[in-house]
């Protein structure tokens, strides 16, 4: 199977932009998901197929896809979008996770 | 909308075996892969196997092969995981998730498995 690498920390000020990426070699060819968790819940899906997201996520949430690269950002971040967040892919339903983000509002 | 109801936490021995349920409410129940996921504390996401209930097709994590054993019920909507030859370091919070057509996952609420001596 493959990996997926994320950086294990950003911070961000409140309203500023944060981005947290994500790479892996097969990802040209595979759909990533987001989920964002936050401490004692369960994770919850924030965005899907690289770029779509669910209904009822705030339109602040949004990603791109490029090569290797998928990148999730969170433009004008508030106090409650701290939490660690998880990129999500599959090989022939083989799923692996990033090690995940811990998004720090400061 | 679906709903995953797990079943409570569960205190084991080392050595000894844990199965953990997770209930569905809603529709399609067998038409969506159920998989595992396994986070210790601090630590990140780990996925451990899935079933397709349907077919009762199961896939595992390498990592787990021939510890695991992950079932469903059709008849009462309810998945299984089943994990043997516990160690101390198989303490952690377990989740059940189904895997939606657009290819996220609806979250149970997390069991907690301990193992103590």
């Known amino acids: 199977s493959f990996e997926l690498t994320q950086p294990p920390s950003v911070s961000v000020s409140p309203g500023q932009t944060a981005r947290i990426t994500c790479s892996g070699d097969?990802?040209?060819?595979?759909?990533v998901s987001w989920y964002q968790q936050k401490p004692g819940q369960a994770p919850v899906l924030i965005m899907f197929k690289d770029t779509e997201r669910p209904s009822g996520i705030p339109e602040r949430f949004s990603a791109s896809s490029s090569g290797t690269l998928v990148t999730l950002t969170i433009s004008g971040v508030q106090a409650e979008d701290e939490a660690d967040y998880y990129c999500q892919s599959s090989d022939t339903f083989n799923w692996v996770f990033g090690g995940g983000t811990r998004l720090t509002v400061l | 909308q679906v709903q995953l109801v797990q079943s409570g936490p569960e205190v084991k021995k080392p050595g000894s075996s844990v199965k953990v349920s997770c209930k569905a409410s809603g529709d399609s129940f067998s038409s969506h892969g159920i998989s595992w996921v396994r986070q210790a504390r601090g630590q990140g996401l780990e996925w451990m196997g899935r079933?397709?209930?349907?077919?009762?097709?199961?896939k595992y994590a390498q990592n787990f092969q021939g510890r695991v054993r992950i079932t469903a019920d059709k008849s009462t909507s309810t998945g299984y995981m089943e994990l043997s030859s516990l160690g101390y370091d198989d303490t952690a919070v377990y989740f059940c998730a189904r895997e939606e057509s657009n290819g996220g996952w609806v979250w149970g609420q997390g069991t907690l498995v301990t193992v103590a001596s």
């Open positions: 097969p990802l040209p060819q595979r759909f």
């Open positions: 079933i397709m209930p349907l077919y009762g097709i199961t």
